[in-house]
């Protein structure tokens, strides 16, 4: 009887951690990160896919240092300019009919901000 007793007990005590797990707080990290609001800067590519030539429109970038690269499917870049400081709205038409047809990746880059898109060359 007593060791039927005492598994009973070993059950219940296993069966409420849960509950005491569950009403633990857990351990947090305090992270410091720079938060950028990049809601109002955008990168618009087209026509996609294009015959040759694209146009990149960047929106919100003023005052900023901006990479504009275009770059093959191994990562060679193709085409590279630095925009020292665009307009608040920047437009850029590109001739790619030297190219290749095929897969390629315009990149932005600034500071705070970068984004890639695919572009396929028809």
Do not use: W
């Not at 970038?61 to 920047?90: C, W």
């Amino acid at each position: 009887m007593k060791h039927f007793l005492l598994l009973l007990m070993i059950c219940f005590s296993f069966y409420e951690l849960p509950a005491q797990v569950k009403n633990r707080p857990l351990p947090t990290e305090q992270k410091s990160e720079a938060k950028v609001d990049v809601e109002d800067q955008s990168m618009s590519v087209y026509p996609n896919p294009t015959n040759g030539v694209i146009t990149i429109s960047l929106e919100g970038f003023e005052g900023e240092k901006t990479d504009l690269r275009i770059m093959n499917v191994i990562g060679n870049v193709v085409y590279r300019e630095v925009i020292q400081d665009p307009a608040s709205r920047y437009m850029k038409t590109i001739d790619l009919n030297k190219l290749s047809k095929g897969l390629y990746y315009v990149k932005l880059e600034t500071p705070t901000y970068s984004e890639v898109r695919k572009v396929i060359l028809r």
